[in-house]
Structure formats: structure tokens, C-alpha cells
């Protein structure tokens, strides 16, 4: 046996990893993946904004004192809440182009996406402007501010603070859900993924790497949300 | 040309009700499974075993951390890679049990950290088994803060099954995928789809919200 034996017993190891777990095809594809990975953070990025901007104005309408824009503002959250984003998407991609809509898949998801959110996030900043106790806005009263004034020095100060950590978790389930865009065909991370797999069906390798981006993405997310509640605290 | 359209979708219907009877079968049977691993999972998480709660911990931040349909494509890929290959309603299943756990594991831990540690002293002092403590007094108080967020998570995995039509389980949503292609009206065919969950879904969500108000008058009478 001898070197030579040490030598094939390397390069036995060698090719069982690689039979395992194959890097350097990774190496290849790192280029497609970075390039999928901003892909997934500005689609959620610019979905966020949105749902954000839907959210703030789904949730005004719905403690407005209007009968109308309350319900509308509760029909909107209700049947978002209640039907699965992959049937929206769908609804979306197969319905805008019966209706005379031609725009791309990543305006179709980003459509999507902002709408699914902007439900979640309207109830978030719900519970956040309802958290604050209905007798400090008494106080604001008796002590003669503006709706405005109480708005600004009362309410929004002590209920940005609580929303911050659930609407955090709520770009958490966004950058998630952003990866059901790949199922009409936008290339980002999950769409990575499903190429490697399909040009050299190394699914392993292919998901794996997919699913490591995504948990660095959330680990961020999580930390940020996990600084601001201590933050909260020692406030 | 709509209304052709319309009478075709009519006549598909008990194409989309198999589909839905499907979607029940895929989140029914993991709901149920993932509830009993869920409690389990949680009540080992707050204990003080000494490597399995941190191993949960680390495994529920993985699940939580990666999207859904990643999760379906390991299990239905990459499981067979190494020797487990599964069809595809089975993968399903396993897939979204292995969800459902992960989130019921953290519910039930919140509920029972909720619980004051006086309970548990006074439990430990009147002479009850560790069992017992749990059976009767930590439990019992647990399910008021467990109950309106387990039925709103069920809501989300109903959802959640969704996704598993990706790796072809002929679901509500694949019914309507594969619809679409023949009824080239997406509104009214994903439109039909959507309908179908809010009936199983809105339900839910209602009574999710009548517990959480209900709960919280007990928790403030107490």
C-alpha cells in the first residue's frame, strides 16, 4: 500500500464528499445566486414599502368613523386573510391579463406581495394604535390638543415602538413568501434553486444553498427585531 | 365568451371539490399530527433536559427562517437522495406536520412560560409528580393563552398547504392551475379557488377572535 494507498483513500473521501455534497458546483452558480439573492431583498424590499403605504391606509379606513370605508377596509383584510397568497399570485398572474393588463411577472409579485402584506400589516398597526389606553387620549383632550397634536405626541410615539418587533416579523413571513414567486417563474433565490436543479439535478445542493441564504436574511431580521424589544425595555 | 366560459367552470366542479377534498386531507391529517409533536416539542422546550431544548430551539429557528416551498422541495427532492423516496402526497404531509410542529412548539412554550412560577411552586409543594403538575395546574391555565393563537396558526397552515401543489399534489390550487390552462379566465377560476379556502378559513379566523376575546375576560375576571 505504502503513499499510494494514502492517496486513494484521499481521493475515496474526496469523491464521497463530493458525491454528497458537491462545492464546487456551487462555486459555479454563485454568480446566479448572489444575483437571485438581491432579486429576493429588493422584491421584499419594495413589497415591505408597500405593504406599509396599503397597511397604514387599510387601517385609517378601518377606524375611520365612515360605515363605508370601514367595511371596505374590512372586506380587503378578511378575504386577503383568509385565502392562501399562492391563490392570490395566481389570481393575479392568470387574471390582469383577462382584463386587458400586460405587465411583467416581477410587477405581477411585487402587486402580490404588497397586497398580501398590507392586510397583515394594516391589523399590526391596528393593534399598535389600540394598545395605546384610551385614557391618555382622554387626557390629550381634557388638556385641549388637536386630534393631530394627539395623534402626534400621544399615540403614534407610544405605538410605533410596539409595532416595530411584529412588523418586523412580518417582513420575516415577506422575504418567505417571496420565494412562491418563483412558481410563476421570477428568478430569485427559490428560482435558483429549481434552475441548478434542473441544468444538473443536484437538488441537495441546490436547496440547501438556497435555504442558508434565506436564514441569513432572517437571523438579521430577527436580531434587529430582538435588539429594538431590549432596547424597548430599558427604555 | 364568458359565459361558455362560466358553464365549463360549472361543470369542473367536481374536479375543484375533489381538489378540496384533498387540501382537507393534506391539512387535516398534519394539523392533527403536528399538534400532538407540537405540545410534545413545547413542553420539552421550557424544560430543564438538558440538550433537547436547545436543539428544538435550533431546529424551530430553521424551520421558521426558511420559506415554505424550500421546505417541500428538500423533502420531496432531496429525501430520496438519501434512500427515502416518498410520493408526493406523503412528502406533503411530512413537510407541513414537520411546520405545524415547529410553530405549536413555540405557542406552547409562550403559554406555559405564561403561567406564574408560584403555580408551579405550590404545585411542587403539595407533593405532585412533575405529570401531574402539568396535567393539572400548568396546562389547564397554559390553554388560555395557547388556544386563540393555535387556531389562528391552523388558519395559516391551511393556507400554507397551499404551496405543497408545487410538487404536483392535486389540491384546491392545483385544480385551479391545471383549470386555468383549458378556462383561460383567470379571475373567475382563481376567483372559484379563492372562495373555496375562504369557506374553510373565515370560519376559523372568527373563531380565533372570539376565543382571544373570551380568554382575556376570563384572564381580567380572574
Known amino acids: 500500500m505504502g503513499e499510494g494507498g494514502g492517496d486513494t483513500v484521499a481521493a475515496t473521501a474526496r469523491d464521497t464528499m463530493l458525491k454528497v455534497f458537491n462545492f464546487r458546483v456551487i462555486l459555479e452558480y454563485l454568480p446566479l445566486y448572489m444575483k437571485c439573492f438581491w432579486a429576493t431583498i429588493w422584491l421584499s424590499g419594495l413589497s415591505i414599502v408597500g405593504a406599509l403605504l396599503v397597511g397604514t391606509l387599510a387601517c385609517a379606513m378601518r377606524l375611520s368613523r365612515s360605515r363605508l370605508l370601514t367595511n371596505a377596509a374590512g372586506c380587503y383584510i378578511e378575504s386577503i386573510r383568509s385565502t392562501p397568497l399562492l391563490a392570490q399570485i395566481y389570481f393575479l398572474y392568470f387574471g390582469l391579463p383577462s382584463l386587458g393588463f400586460r405587465i411583467s411577472e416581477e410587477v405581477t409579485g411585487v402587486i402580490a406581495l404588497t397586497l398580501n402584506s398590507g392586510a397583515y400589516t394594516a391589523e399590526i398597526i391596528r393593534a399598535g394604535i389600540l394598545s395605546v389606553s384610551y385614557g391618555q387620549i382622554e387626557a390629550g383632550m381634557a388638556t385641549g390638543l388637536s386630534y393631530l397634536m394627539r395623534m402626534r405626541y400621544i399615540v403614534l410615539p407610544q405605538a410605533i415602538g410596539a409595532t416595530i418587533p411584529p412588523l418586523l416579523g412580518q417582513a ?46 432572517y437571523y438579521v431580521l430577527k436580531g434587529l427585531s430582538e435588539w429594538w424589544q431590549k432596547r424597548l425595555i430599558f427604555r | 365568451m364568458w359565459e361558455f366560459y362560466l358553464k365549463e367552470l360549472v361543470h369542473s366542479l367536481p374536479f375543484f371539490l375533489q381538489g378540496l377534498w384533498i387540501t382537507f386531507a393534506v391539512s387535516g391529517l398534519s394539523l392533527v399530527a403536528g399538534t400532538v409533536i407540537g405540545f410534545a416539542l413545547g413542553i420539552i422546550r421550557v424544560s430543564r ?44 404531509v411530512l413537510a407541513l406536520t414537520n411546520l405545524a410542529a415547529c410553530f405549536i412548539c413555540e405557542i406552547v412554550a409562550g403559554g406555559i412560560l405564561a403561567v406564574p412560577p408560584g403555580q408551579k411552586e405550590a404545585a411542587t409543594a403539595s407533593g405532585l409528580t412533575s405529570f401531574h403538575q402539568l396535567r393539572h395546574v400548568i396546562l389547564p391555565q397554559a390553554m388560555r393563552v395557547i388556544l386563540p393563537p393555535l387556531v389562528g396558526q391552523y388558519v395559516l397552515l391551511i393556507k400554507d398547504s397551499s404551496v405543497v401543489s408545487a410538487i404536483g399534489v392535486t389540491d384546491v390550487t392545483r385544480a385551479g392551475w391545471l383549470t386555468v390552462q383549458r378556462i383561460p379566465e383567470g379571475l373567475m377560476v382563481f376567483g372559484l379557488v379563492g372562495i373555496l379556502y375562504f369557506v374553510i378559513c373565515y370560519p376559523l379566523i372568527r373563531i380565533s377572535n372570539n376565543l382571544e376575546r373570551r380568554m382575556t375576560v376570563v384572564a381580567t375576571r380572574l
Open chain 2, 49 to 92: 433536559l438538558r440538550f433537547l431544548p436547545a436543539i428544538i430551539g435550533g431546529w424551530v429557528d430553521v424551520i421558521r427562517g426558511t420559506p415554505f416551498l424550500v421546505q417541500v422541495f428538500i423533502v420531496f427532492f432531496i429525501l430520496p437522495e438519501a434512500g427515502i423516496r416518498l410520493e408526493a402526497f406523503p412528502a406533503a
Open chain 1, 172 to 217: 420575516i413571513v415577506l422575504v418567505k413568501d417571496s420565494a412562491l414567486l418563483s412558481l410563476i417563474s421570477i428568478a430569485e433565490l427559490t428560482r435558483a434553486g429549481q434552475m441548478l436543479t434542473s441544468e444538473r439535478f443536484m437538488p441537495a445542493e441546490a436547496f440547501l444553498t438556497t435555504a442558508v441564504l434565506y436564514l441569513i436574511i
